[in-house]
């Protein structure tokens, strides 16, 4: 397997290198059907502490996505760290991915029922205090952007609790759209269908 390293703002040698591939060997061990590994390295400075170097681990393995970032005053403690988180992760993947599907076996594949959020309207045209009001609450400063594969509710529940998100967005393959599953504060789920106005 093929990893995909990425540094900004830092430069790695060799060392560094071999001992993220040493890192992801580990990893791969606990999880055979790894297809797709992607690391990404940056150093941020603050005021308030040293540099520090960030690192951030996807992995894709059974058409699902892991995900694990972490910071350290080196790059080797922050991979540790990261390494840690995703085989944190690995593990309970791997323990949903057996539960789920003994549930499916048990239940017949049954259908369930999602419940459905309904998103208040935002106007088209917003007024000069409206506008403040956006300015104070922040701006865009970064988009994602990856490959979706169809799922179903359920599917896109465990994809993003295993992202530790509190909402995911997916391609539902029963209503051939895109919807949004989130965590509700009563701890279950709720899904959102959008409707064009």
């Known amino acids: 397997m093929d990893i995909q390293v990425l540094s900004r703002n830092v430069e790695l040698n060799p060392e560094a290198h071999a001992y ?3 890192k992801f ?3 791969q061990r606990h999880l055979r059907q790894m297809t797709d590994a992607k690391v990404e390295v940056s150093r941020t400075s603050a005021r308030a502490q040293a540099d520090k170097i960030i690192v951030q681990m996807t992995v894709t393995a059974g058409g699902s996505t892991l995900r694990g970032q972490e910071s350290g005053v080196n790059l080797f403690a922050a991979v540790d760290s990261v390494a840690d988180v995703l085989d944190r992760q690995i593990r309970r993947f791997k323990g949903r991915v057996y539960r789920t599907a003994q549930a499916r076996k048990a239940a017949g594949r049954a259908a369930s029922e999602a419940e ?3 998103v208040a309207e935002v106007p088209d045209v917003l007024d000069d205090e409206d506008e403040a ?3 104070q609450l922040g701006r865009v400063v970064r988009t994602k952007r ?3 594969k169809p799922m179903s509710v359920e599917d896109a529940a465990m994809q993003m609790e295993l992202l530790s998100h509190d909402f995911f967005l997916f391609y539902n393959n029963s209503s051939g759209e895109y919807n949004v599953v989130y965590r509700r504060s009563d701890g279950d789920y709720g899904v959102i269908e959008p409707l064009l106005a």
């Open 133 to 135: 009001l956006f300015e």
């Open 25 to 27: 060997d580990r990893l």
């Open 116 to 118: 459905v959020a309904v």
């Open 146 to 148: 990856f490959a979706m």
């Open 20 to 22: 993220i591939r040493k």
